[in-house]
């Protein structure tokens, strides 16, 4: 983008037309959209960086407008300036309705972050192991739950629930960090791997009673859930 910028930019100089102008508006407003979604994406899990985000999307749209309108003759100019108006209208609204995407930024970018400190521990690795690997991999991913970042430790239980079997070494890892998180993402992670392991969980059971009394919500509905698989009506 900012190479055809340049060509606009150049093409501009050497030939005095205003129309190329126009172009580097538009290539700027495409390059602002895309700044003002990775700052919105980072917004839903960092709230209070969404300032952040509208900050770039309106300034951003007013720098496009200015350069498109420059590019327009008369009243013709008022063109521009609708273009720029839909612009930073669509643009908010797409910031204002990210945070209904959290649980997928938030699953993706845990994944990704753990995926990074513990090697082979990939979806498409995972599937692909075999028993004996996924036990040495469940080992790995126990360490996991005791890093200093919360990224990596909310991806290692994301990891995890997809080798329920394999997950039940990892059992006193698990319980330790479902007594001890103040984390709603990762008491909700851990309840919903310690549903996937089921009954050979049941040592789980009194960790997530302990957390129900304090839980609200979605993280309620979760912990209760776990302990249906635990411990099933008959």
């Not at 190329?20 to 209070?48: D, Q, T």
């Not at 919500?217 to 635990?230: F, M």
Request: proline content about 4%.
């Amino acid at each position: 983008m900012a190479a055809l910028a340049g060509y606009f930019y150049r093409k501009y100089r050497t030939t005095g037309s205003k129309g190329y102008l126009k172009s580097m508006g538009a290539v700027a407003l495409v390059v602002v959209f895309f700044l003002a979604f990775g700052r919105a994406v980072e917004a839903v899990i960092y709230p209070e960086k969404t300032w952040l985000a509208y900050t770039v999307a309106l300034v951003g749209a007013l720098g496009g407008t200015l350069l498109m309108g420059a590019g327009y003759e008369g009243g013709r100019q008022l063109y521009a300036l609708a273009q720029g108006a839909i612009f930073a209208v669509v643009t908010s609204l797409m910031i204002s309705c990210l945070p209904s995407f959290r649980t997928v930024i938030i699953v993706g970018r845990a994944q990704g972050i753990c995926s990074q400190a513990v090697p082979g521990s990939g979806l498409e690795e995972i599937t692909s192991s075999s028993a004996e690997q996924k036990l040495e991999l469940a080992g790995r991913l126990a360490q996991a739950l005791e890093s200093e970042d919360h990224f990596v430790r909310l991806g290692a239980l994301y990891k995890l629930a997809y080798m329920p079997a394999a997950a039940v070494a990892a059992l006193p890892a698990v319980i330790k960090m479902t007594e001890n998180t103040r984390d709603n993402d990762e008491l909700e992670a851990a309840a919903g791997l310690i549903a996937a392991m089921g009954p050979p969980a049941a040592a789980a059971a009194p960790a997530l009673q302990a957390r129900l009394a304090g839980a609200e919500g979605h993280t309620s509905y979760k912990i209760e859930a776990a302990l249906k698989v635990l411990a099933p009506a008959k």
